[in-house]
C-alpha cells in the first residue's frame, strides 16, 4: 500500500509471502529494503521499490521482533513460543534468544541468549555497536558488541 493513499501496489503471491500473520517490519537505513517477521517462524527480506521478495530466514520460533543492522550485512531475529505455552521448568523450552543472520547468505552466525520470556522488541543502535531487546519477562536489555563480532567474514 502507499502510505500517502492507502492504494494497494501489489498483493504478495502466497508462494512468496508469509503463511502466518506478520507481527513485526523494519526498514533499512537506505530504505531501499525491508523486513518482515511472522508467526510462521520465517523472516522475509523485500526489495522496497518492487515489493519483490529477496531472503527468507528460517527459525524454529514465531518471530516477534527483527532489525536490520546499519553497518553490517546482518539481521536480528527474536521471538518465542507464547510464555503461557512453555513449562516453568526450563526457560530453553521456549528459545527466547535473539538470532543473528548474514543478511545476503542468510545462515546463523550467532545468537544472544537473557531474556525468560518471548522477545517482542528489537533494535540496533544507529551506530551498529550495540542492540537493544524487550521481553515479556519485562526487561529490556542492551548488548554490546566486542570488537570480534565486527570481525566476522563470510
Do not use: C
Not at 508467526?39 to 531472503?55: F, M, N, V
Not at 525468560?116 to 537493544?132: E, H, Q, T, V, Y
Amino acid at each position: 500500500m502507499m502510505p500517502q493513499t492507502g492504494k494497494l501496489l501489489k498483493e504478495s503471491d502466497k508462494e512468496e509471502g508469509h503463511q502466518k500473520a506478520i507481527s513485526s517490519l523494519s526498514k533499512s537505513s537506505d530504505w531501499s529494503h525491508f523486513l518482515t517477521g511472522s508467526l510462521d517462524k520465517s523472516a522475509k527480506l523485500w526489495d522496497a521499490r518492487t515489493l519483490t521478495l529477496i531472503k527468507t530466514y528460517v527459525t524454529e520460533r514465531p518471530v516477534n521482533a527483527l532489525d536490520i543492522s546499519p553497518i553490517l550485512d546482518h539481521v536480528v531475529i527474536g521471538g518465542g513460543q507464547d510464555a503461557m505455552n512453555v513449562t516453568m521448568t526450563d526457560r530453553r523450552a521456549g528459545k527466547f534468544e535473539a538470532k543473528f543472520f548474514h543478511k545476503i547468505l542468510q545462515e546463523e552466525i550467532g545468537g544472544v541468549k537473557g531474556h525468560f520470556g518471548p522477545i517482542n522488541a528489537l533494535a540496533f543502535n544507529p551506530d551498529g555497536r550495540s542492540f537493544s531487546s524487550g521481553g515479556e519477562d519485562g526487561y529490556v536489555r542492551l548488548h554490546h558488541f566486542d570488537p570480534e563480532y565486527f570481525n566476522i567474514k563470510m
